[in-house]
Structure formats: C-alpha cells, structure tokens
C-alpha cells in the first residue's frame, strides 16, 4: 500500500526513466507502476502522467497513455520468434509509426539498455 504520497518528476528526469530494481520485497514497485500505466487506480487522490489523469480517465484512453510510457517487465512478454530490434519495433510498427522514426527510436531504446 502506499498511502500519503506525493511525488512529481520534471519533464527531463522522466525522460531518464524511474528504475525501480533491487529494492526490497513490498515497498510497492509493482504497485506503484501499475498505478503509473493505470492498470490499477488510487483510492483516494489521483495519478497524472502526462495529460491523463486516473480520477478523469475514460477506459478507451488506457491505450494512448500507455503508447506515451515505455514498459519493461520481468517477465518481458518477448515473441520468441523476433529479434531483440524486431520486439522493440513491434508496438511502433502497429501504432503506425514512420519506419525512419521506427529505426530511430528502436535504436535509441536498445543503445540506452546495452
């Protein structure tokens, strides 16, 4: 549970990215990020990322918040059958995204991961 918090980011640490590893076990990793991507909504209070904020968000919305946060999971829902470049691409392949912004933002992300 987190109860009682506020935290606000400027727009150049979010563009960093929150690293949330190696913490201990319940402080609220998990929970806090399913609140940040809103598979989860607060109690009380609201979450805003970005323009979308959990105490006015429509459920036909998710989708376009969570196309604006770039996710990565433990369990990496990865298709076997694709190259590390070809996963990365693949959500912006599907959004309609240019193939030269594509090829930029794909390369960018996988520089920035090693």
Known sequence: MIAG???????SASTRGIRL????????KSTLLRLIYMADFPDDGYIQVDQFRSDQMR???????????????QDF???PDRTAYDNVA??????????????????QVLTSVG
């Open 5 to 11: 918090q506020s935290w606000k980011m400027s727009p």
């Open 21 to 28: 590893h190696q913490r201990p076990s319940g402080v609220g």
């Open 59 to 73: 459920r036909k919305d998710i989708p376009f918040l969570r196309r604006k946060i770039g996710m990565v999971f």
């Open 77 to 79: 829902k990865l298709l």
């Open 90 to 107: 693949f959500a912006l392949r599907v959004t309609g995204t240019k193939p030269a912004e594509i090829k930029r933002r794909t390369l």
